[in-house]
């Protein structure tokens, strides 16, 4: 996970979560330190894993837009899509998150105050 375009990517969106992640050597590690965190609420490690998916399923989205469709890459633009990604696949969970998908999007950062 060395890649200097989308690291940035995942640490942005770990410290809007409030937490913070070392590099790793590879996906896999990666994914195992970031699985295994503790998280003081449910819902919160929810929207901490579901972060996980969905940063990988938006930077794959992204970089094929970039190589097949020649789009240019916009991090920022690419942050905002994960949040919302993650707002609305919270929405189809069985325990029900008690904010609107706009709210969790729009309020990211705030996640930590949300959910302690």
């Known amino acids: 996970m060395s890649c200097t375009v ?12 409030g937490e913070q992640i ?27 894993i579901s972060s996980f998916f969905a940063i990988l399923w938006s930077l794959w989205m992204h970089r094929n837009g970039i190589v097949f469709k020649q789009r240019e890459l916009d991090v920022q633009g690419l942050c905002h899509v994960i949040k919302w990604r993650v707002a609305l696949w919270s929405k189809a969970w ?23």
Do not use: C
């Open 94 to 116: 069985k325990d029900k998150v008690p904010y609107p998908a706009e709210v969790l999007a729009r309020n990211f950062q705030n996640i930590p105050m949300l959910f302690n």
């Open 22 to 48: 070392t590099a790793e050597s590879n996906i896999r590690g990666l994914y195992t330190k970031w699985i295994s965190k503790s998280m003081p609420n449910k819902i919160k490690r929810k929207l901490w």
């Open 6 to 17: 989308v690291w940035p990517v995942w640490v942005h969106i770990a410290e809007e979560q």
